[in-house]
């Protein structure tokens, strides 16, 4: 399995010299397999991802949306190849009803007058479908498992396996290691690769820092670290970085998450991994 981060930033882009080195694109990432390719979430980073598969028409792949908030979904009417004929993409929304749901976000955003183009411009065959929570999906090397989470309005992680290898995608959830129920820890156990929410220092979170941030829907870094331990992860990606944070603060943050669980490192945009 190979992963790639795209888009890395939670909430809203941020761009600057500040955010550089770590990179200011909204959520999404990458996974391959033997020729087959997931998307995960459609935040501003898909758009340099679809720039990069246009040499290798046709072009199809499994896209999975975690939730529906802005910054998840903001990068789809910039993906060029899905203006294409000649490409394929199976789409899933998050939830029961996650097939309508996905369907009407998308096109609404994409009305006027917040965007000059509609989704029907999109010539791709794109094919809507319902990711629900513990109903396994099976696509080429891939056996992913949609998990609710803790977030405002809902939010769905997900367990990929591929190659005798397990990698987890846990993005927008607030969440303890005190609150970390037995079906999640059970999923999260022992992968190789955890991504997970770490937008906020303890600090911030309490409030001792600027409004508290309870019941917004993001965990801290050291949260984050404790879980990852916990769960016996082999690596830990910090990941939905505030936009208000520069690099160095982010760096600052990974290195507190290393006290914790040492195999913690900032998610950053272009970051490649195999597993």
């Not at 939730?67 to 004929?85: E, K, M, R």
């Not at 029961?96 to 009407?104: C, H, K, N, P």
């Not at 769960?231 to 290195?255: C, K, W, Y």
Request: proline share 8%; hydrophobic share 40%.
């Amino acid at each position: 399995m190979e992963v790639r981060f795209w888009g890395v930033r939670g909430s809203v882009a941020s761009s600057g010299s500040h955010v550089a080195r770590i990179g200011g694109n909204t959520s999404c990432l990458e996974v391959e397999s033997h020729g087959h390719r997931l998307i995960l979430d459609a935040g501003t980073g898909l758009r340099q991802l679809g720039e990069t598969l246009l040499p290798k028409q046709p072009i199809a792949a499994t896209m999975l949306f975690s939730h529906l908030h802005w910054d998840h979904v903001q990068g789809f009417p910039f993906f060029t190849p899905a203006y294409l004929p000649s490409s394929q993409f199976v789409l899933y929304g998050p939830g029961a009803d996650g097939e309508q749901q996905l369907r009407s976000v998308l096109a609404r955003q994409m009305e006027p007058p917040n965007f000059p183009v509609p989704l029907s411009a999109m010539r791709a065959q794109l094919d809507f479908r319902s990711a629900r929570p513990g109903a396994i999906i099976e696509t080429g090397p891939f056996r992913i498992t949609p998990v609710e989470l803790p977030h405002p309005q809902g939010c769905i992680g997900y367990h990929i396996e591929a190659d005798g290898r397990r990698f987890a995608y846990c993005t927008d959830v607030e969440l303890t290691l005190e609150a970390l129920d037995g079906r999640l820890g059970r999923i999260l156990e022992g992968v190789d690769a955890l991504v997970l929410d770490a937008q906020y220092t303890p600090d911030e979170y309490e409030g001792r820092v600027g409004p508290p941030k309870k019941g917004w829907g993001h965990s801290t870094m050291i949260e984050a670290a404790r879980i990852a331990k916990a769960t016996d992860a082999q690596r830990l990606f910090l990941f939905h970085h505030d936009p208000a944070h520069s690099d160095d603060q982010v760096e600052t943050m990974a290195e507190a998450a290393k006290q914790v669980f040492p195999l913690a490192e900032p998610a950053r945009e272009g970051k490649h991994i195999t597993l």
